[in-house]
């Protein structure tokens, strides 16, 4: 299934100039990933990021139904406050994500959450909570130094299962909030850190799994004892 909210492809020569390089990254996370969708029967994927036909492709591949669902433009809207277009990311009562809950065995986020203010993020990480499946994934980057607060937008192309093609594409979101662990684990309330890598780049990699509700213990009668004759 697709839900494109744009509709072609990325093509570099197109791409806004903005100093930096386009560049391979090798991937610990999206081989755990992949092994772990193609042992499942018609999972669904949502990929949150500039739509690239290979991504999608790469996931129906494994067997997904692959939902594409761009969130490029309502994050730019609110880093230039352009009125009202586009999502209300301040609003805690609006979902971001127009899906029903628990529609998604995995989420790709990429790098959204650099681009959100803690408050927004957590929100948005609230949002994520409600569509993904219990036991769910999520693949999010996190900015883990100061010195990449100024990297521009990327559009990422994965390649092959180890190795995604990182593309700048705009110098339009150039600010990017440097979240701690500490303030990922606060971010995810409902989530445990499945796997973490921090790339040569500084990036961390990550695999955050929606936590199963614990069952509660059935309980157990006791026969009362017999009534003394």
């Keep these: 299934m697709f839900k494109r909210r744009t509709t072609t492809d990325f ?3 197109q791409a806004p100039q903005t100093g930096a390089a386009a560049r391979v990254e090798a ?3 999206l081989p755990r990933l992949a092994r772990r969708l193609s042992l499942m029967s018609h999972p669904r994927v949502l990929d949150m990021g500039s739509v690239v036909g ?3 492709q790469f996931f129906i591949d494994l067997g997904c139904k692959v939902t594409a669902d761009d969130l ?3 994050v730019e809207v609110l880093r230039v406050g352009a009125g ?4 209300d990311w301040k609003n805690p009562t609006t979902n971001r994500l127009d899906h029903s809950d628990a529609s998604f065995d995995a989420i790709i986020a990429w790098d959204v959450f650099d681009f959100l203010p803690k408050a927004e993020a957590k929100i948005f990480a609230r949002d994520l909570h409600r569509v ?4 769910g994934i999520v693949l999010a980057y996190f900015t883990s ?6 990297e521009p937008h990327r559009r990422y192309r994965i390649q092959a299962q180890d190795k995604i093609e990182w593309l700048p594409v705009s110098n339009a979101r150039t600010l990017r909030h440097v979240y701690q662990n500490r303030d990922i684990q606060l971010m995810f309330e409902g989530f445990k850190i499945h796997t973490a890598f921090v790339l040569q780049n500084g990036t961390r990699e990550m695999l955050l799994e929606k936590k199963v509700p614990v069952a509660a213990p059935a309980l157990i009668s006791t026969p009362l004892p017999a009534p003394a004759k």
């Design 145 to 150: 130094r100061e010195t990449e607060r100024r």
């Design 132 to 135: 993904v499946k219990p036991g």
């Design 27 to 29: 991937s610990h996370v």
């Design 11 to 13: 093509d570099p020569s």
């Design 54 to 56: 290979g991504n999608l």
């Design 84 to 87: 009202s277009a586009g999502i």
């Design 72 to 74: 490029l433009k309502p």
